[in-house]
């Protein structure tokens, strides 16, 4: 079964620091997808990223950089130079071809204090 | 610029009530989804659509009843409300399935005393 393990429930940091957001995955398939979302205050959901099994690469975007390991099972999420706007609930998600379904972690809430 | 569009926002009914939260997208996209948002249990699915007049359960189906008659619209019934149906309700909807992007509405927070 698919199961997403998102271990920190809250961290804080303060302006500028760095954070890295922790997401391990499990599942039987070996052809997955992998999820980040958004949570701002007002509550919305907001896509962030979307990689697939076969793609191990890391991705770069602006601040945001995932880091994709298949031999730790983790997709981990780092702000670079965090900003107060960054305040947010984060889920990973995972999704495979077998049940069509998409299962998320908890989620993490980042607090960046100014 | 609609994209997925969730009502009512709010709703607080009375254990046993009956209710539909409504959900359409103007996207043209195939596959349409329900989740339920709870505190520390991230986002579950509920049931989900791969198409007009095809519909499947999620993880957690019980006390929810969906169809899709049409490809825009995906509304969610509760029958019977039971107070461990509070939560917030998103709807999503993607172009081909549960492992295309997801795109969600605002939320429909309800409440059942």
């Known amino acids: ?27 039987r398939d070996t052809t997955y997808y992998l999820f ?3 949570q701002p205050p007002s509550g919305e959901l907001v896509f962030l990223i979307r990689r697939n099994s076969f793609d191990e690469q890391n991705e770069i975007s602006g ?3 995932w880091n994709f390991q298949k031999s730790t099972s983790s997709f981990n999420f780092t702000i670079t130079a965090s900003q107060v706007v960054d305040s947010a609930v984060y889920f990973c998600a995972l ?3 077998r ?15 100014p | 610029n609609a994209g997925v569009t969730q009502t009512p926002k709010f709703q607080v009914l009375k254990t046993g009530q009956s209710m539909t939260l409504q959900c ?32 499947d359960q999620g993880e957690v189906p019980n006390g ?21 149906q509070t939560s917030v309700y ?17 939320g429909t927070r309800l409440s059942v005393l």
């Open chain 1, 1 to 27: 079964a698919q199961k997403v393990t998102q271990a920190q429930t809250e961290i804080s940091v303060v302006e500028k620091e760095d954070v890295t957001l922790d997401c391990v995955y499990e599942t």
């Open chain 1, 95 to 97: 999704s495979d071809n």
């Open chain 1, 63 to 65: 601040r945001y950089s």
């Open chain 2, 24 to 55: 359409a997208q103007d996207m043209n996209h195939e596959y349409m989804s329900w989740y339920r948002q709870d505190p520390g249990m991230g986002l579950r699915l509920i049931h989900y659509s791969v198409g007009a007049g095809i519909t």
């Open chain 1, 99 to 113: 049940d069509n379904d998409m299962r998320f972690g908890a989620g993490t809430r980042l607090t960046v204090k």
């Open chain 2, 64 to 84: 929810y009843n969906v169809s899709r008659s049409t490809t825009e619209d995906f509304p969610l019934r509760l029958l019977s409300a039971a107070p461990s």
């Open chain 1, 36 to 38: 980040w979302y958004k």
């Open chain 2, 90 to 106: 998103f709807c999503a909807s993607s172009s081909t399935g549960g492992w295309d992007i997801q795109y969600f509405g605002a």
